[in-house]
């Protein structure tokens, strides 16, 4: 998405070569970021544009992510697993929500291993209001191999953003 936002920035395109576009930001992501490629001769006819889309980022295709950021902020302050487990665990509903796209993924980051470091402190299980519509992401951090995070209690922190 990041990438057919900075292309559509700079360039336009109509309506009917939206699809294109996406096509294209799906291949290039592809080839830079997965260890294997979608089959070429399948996406060959729509991708002859694929320079276009490069060209006009300037071959800038790195952005820094949320995930980079969190890793980075949990070295930096020595975090647990814990720490680690529960700031997943309260930044994944987050990252899928409109209204968070106004933070800069640093700062996103860093909120979420402090919140994470705070909420630690507390001990009781987390109330059905906590779980909101997404609960695949609390389905997942409630067993043992995620080190039961979705048991936590948000610090207030959190609960003052939404």
């Known amino acids: ?5 900075r292309f559509l920035a700079v360039q336009s395109a109509i309506r009917k070569k939206l699809q294109l576009v996406g096509i294209i930001a799906l291949l290039l992501t592809c080839k ?4 294997s490629l979608p089959v070429v001769e399948d ?4 991708s002859d544009k694929e320079m ?13 992510i949320t995930y980079v950021f969190m890793r980075w902020f949990l070295k930096a ?18 990252m899928v ?19 994470a470091q705070c909420t630690l402190g507390v001990s009781r299980e987390w109330n059905t209001t906590s779980v909101g519509k997404l609960t695949g992401v609390h389905r997942k951090y409630i067993t043992s191999k ?17």
């Open 97 to 115: 929500e409109y209204k968070m796209l106004r933070f800069p993924p640093s700062m996103f980051a860093v909120a979420f291993v402090f919140t």
């Open 1 to 5: 998405m990041n990438i057919i936002d």
């Open 32 to 35: 830079y970021e997965e260890v």
């Open 146 to 162: 995620y080190g039961n995070a979705a048991r936590r209690e948000p610090s207030f922190l959190l609960e003052a953003w939404f």
């Open 52 to 64: 276009l889309m490069v060209n006009a980022l300037q071959f800038n295709m790195t952005v820094p």
């Open 43 to 46: 996406l060959i006819l729509i």
């Open 77 to 94: 302050s020595q975090s647990d697993k814990k720490v680690e487990l529960v700031s997943f665990f309260l930044i994944e509903p987050c």
